[in-house]
Each structure stands twice: as C-alpha cells, then as structure tokens.
C-alpha cells in the first residue's frame, strides 16, 4: 500500500460501515449517472448503507480506485467486501443475485414485492 492517508480512512469507511457506497456527489444529490444508478438500486432494495463523497478530495477519489485497484466510481463494499461498480451492481440487481447476496451478508433488505 502507499503512505496515502486516505487509503487508511477508506480502510476505516470500508471496516465500519456494513455497506458503503463511495461515489460522487451524495445519495440526495447524485452527480453522476452511475453513482445515480446505485443509489436508486440501494434505495429499491432498502438496504442502508453510508457514503463518501469522492469529489470533496483528490486524494479520496484517487486512493479508493488504488484500494480496489477498480479505476473507476462508483465502488461498493458490502462487510468489507469489494462487491463492484455501477456495471456490476446493476447486472446483479437485474438478475436477483444482488437481493440474494445482500441477505447472505446479513444486510436487512426491504421485503420483496410483487
């Protein structure tokens, strides 16, 4: 790992926050499509999950691609878990492996609906 104090906090984030959501801008002002997309998937399942705003710092949006060695934003993390970007995560929310991975990880989701 580098001396980059952000890679410690994003340890930090990633270690205390059963799901996180790194991303630009914030889950009520998305300010890009993707981070967007992520967010309404989360929102729809009612998984909580806590966020950080890679646009408030370089090093933040630089040292969470390093992390993950994943080059691009948004990047989710369920128990410490790299779970994907924006491709990924919709792929497994279309597919109901998403539902399905947050429950096996003991995340509470919304009941499903018809």
Same mark, same amino acid.
């Given at each position: 790992m580098s001396e980059n104090p952000a890679i410690a906090?994003?340890?930090s984030k990633?270690?205390?926050n059963p799901v996180m959501?790194?991303?630009k801008g914030t889950p009520q002002f998305p300010q890009c499509g993707f981070s967007s997309v992520v967010v309404q998937i989360l929102?729809?399942? #009612?998984a909580d999950f806590n966020s950080a705003n890679v646009l408030e710092s370089d090093e933040l949006r630089q040292g969470v691609k390093e992390f993950s060695d994943w080059p691009t934003i948004p990047q989710l993390y369920v128990k410490?878990?790299?779970?994907g970007g924006c491709d990924i995560i919709r792929e497994?929310?279309?597919? #109901?492996e998403l539902r399905t991975f947050l429950e096996g990880k003991g995340v509470k989701v919304a009941e499903k609906t018809a």
């Open positions: 906090d994003i340890q990633v270690s205390d959501l790194f991303m929102d729809y399942l #009612g410490g878990e790299f779970v497994m929310f279309e597919s #109901g």
